[in-house]
């Protein structure tokens, strides 16, 4: 798989109604950041319709959509939780939980009838979703003796990088966040400003 140095996500929740031979299928869509956010979600959910007889979801994180999982909640095996996911597959997303919860209506739709049912339902719930792409970047903390910040200025000025800065008594510490197609060339450049440290301290 080609690495991304950018991820998609959707910029804003949603929610649709389906309905196939009498069942209801309601379907939501979340932009989350962590399994927390998605416990909080799903706790939502079954608080909001606690009568529903499934409440099948599928989500992806991470920028490199390295946490993901399916549930069929009682829905036959892969029937639900996986064509929720392949929807949100199909659309190059992550940072994002889609639920649908069912309401039975008295007509068994069968293996195909279940995947088209939650499948459509995710995918006509993410139609109603904006989409956005962000740039992967790289954390760092630079530091240097107090007196000598013209340094990082200047060399984040050079790669039109923003800083915040932060509070330390012992010396002057700021944090940049650096898109990844940069990091090389500000590492090399770095290496000149012999005053000036750097720590790494995440991705996002």
Known sequence: MLFSDAYHTINENAECLYKSKGSKFYAFCYKVHSEEDVKEKLNGLRQRYPDASHHCYAYVLHYDKSVFRVND????????????????????????????????????????????????????????????????????????????????????????????????????????????QQTGAFKQQLKSYYQVSIKYTGIE
């Open 73 to 180: 909640d009682g829905e036959p095996s892969n029937t639900a939780g996986k064509p929720i996911l392949r929807q949100i597959q199909k659309h190059d997303l992550t940072n994002i939980l889609v639920v649908v919860v069912r309401y039975f209506g008295g007509t068994l739709l069968g293996v195909p009838g279940l995947i088209e049912a939650y499948s459509q339902s995710a995918l006509e719930c993410l139609s109603l979703c904006s989409i956005s792409k962000h740039q992967i970047v790289e954390k760092y903390e630079l530091s240097c003796p107090f007196g000598l910040e013209k340094d990082i200025y200047k060399l984040c000025k050079q790669f039109h990088i923003n800083l915040s800065v932060k509070q330390n008594q012992e010396c002057f510490c700021a944090e940049i966040k650096i898109p990844l």
